[in-house]
């Protein structure tokens, strides 16, 4: 099953011809055989961020959508806290697996991680760091597997009709 992927990318600093984290997950999802659906890059601004995500969130054809950028420390970093304010339910693990991940290849520098997931509308929300080394660590170690329909035991992909239940 083909995913429908909106990609945004956080930065104060990039644009489409030196975004490398965005192009990293550009290729990843071309590779999965995933569609791209939507592709912009917006500044470290909750309020942009909030209206782009809530513009994708209505977009029925959208399943999943992803950030890279500002889930760090900094005072400029407020991706998770943009996710927060449209968030039905946080997904715990996957921050918590990411970081575990992170521990192998960037050692106790991933405590500085706050990448994080949501739910909203239906759809998967992921935030992932702006490192190219962060969105491989998540896309390698988390995201290639979630959503593919034919991971076992269990998957992303096949919740995709019940996230809507009441």
């Known amino acids: 099953m083909r995913v429908n992927i909106a990609l945004l990318t956080v930065t104060d600093t990039r644009t489409f011809d030196n975004d490398k984290s ?7 999802i071309k590779e999965a055989n995933h569609n791209l659906i939507s592709r ?7 309020n942009e961020i909030v209206k782009i995500l809530k ?8 399943d999943v959508i992803i950030t890279t950028g500002g889930t760090g420390l900094t005072g400029r970093d407020i991706t998770p806290e943009a996710l927060e304010e449209i968030a039905e339910k946080n997904i715990i693990g996957f921050g918590e697996l990411f970081r575990n991940l992170s521990l192998k290849t960037v050692g106790t520098s991933a405590i500085q991680s706050r990448a994080c997931a949501v739910l909203s509308n239906g759809k998967y929300i992921f935030a992932l760091p702006g490192s190219s080394g962060g969105v491989t660590d998540a896309w390698e170690g988390i995201l290639k597997h979630q959503l593919d329909i034919n991971h076992k035991p269990c998957n992303f992909v096949e919740l995709f009709p019940r996230l809507k239940e009441k």
């Open 22 to 28: 965005g192009g990293i997950l550009v290729d990843k």
């Open 40 to 46: 912009k890059i917006c500044k470290d601004n909750k």
């Open 55 to 62: 513009e994708w969130l209505i977009i029925e054809e959208i």
